[in-house]
Nanobody
């Protein structure tokens, strides 16, 4: 079964940037779309961006214009470029399929902390 490993998180100042990566142990070609999620303390996990194999993308209003999602099916990797980061972006970030039928076991996530 495909396993997901998220990386690239860290501590960044407001206005800064980070690039997250989600590496899959197997093919993600059939997981369409793939999504990036985040979960802040005390809150439910939310989907912030999705990317289709065709390249089509969709974003939550809270990140639109600041985040860019992409995927490289050849490398079985999904990326999330995050710019103009805000304190409210602080959360653990995960990747997975968007539809329940496409879910694979959740990875450990990567912590993003935006603070001065």
């Amino acid at each position: 079964q495909v396993q997901l490993v998220e990386s690239g998180g860290g501590l960044v100042q407001p206005g800064g940037s980070l690039r997250l990566s989600c590496a899959a142990s197997g093919s993600i070609f059939s997981i369409n779309p793939m999504g990036w999620y985040r979960q802040a303390p005390g809150k439910q996990r939310e989907l912030v961006a999705r990317v289709y194999s065709s390249g089509g993308v969709n974003y939550a209003d809270s990140v639109k214009g600041r985040f860019t999602i992409s995927r490289d099916n050849a490398k079985n990797t999904v990326y999330l470029q995050m710019n103009s980061l805000k304190a409210e972006d602080t959360a653990v970030y995960y990747c997975n399929g968007v539809f329940p039928a496409h879910y694979v076991p959740w990875g450990q996530g990567t912590q993003v902390t935006v603070s001065s």
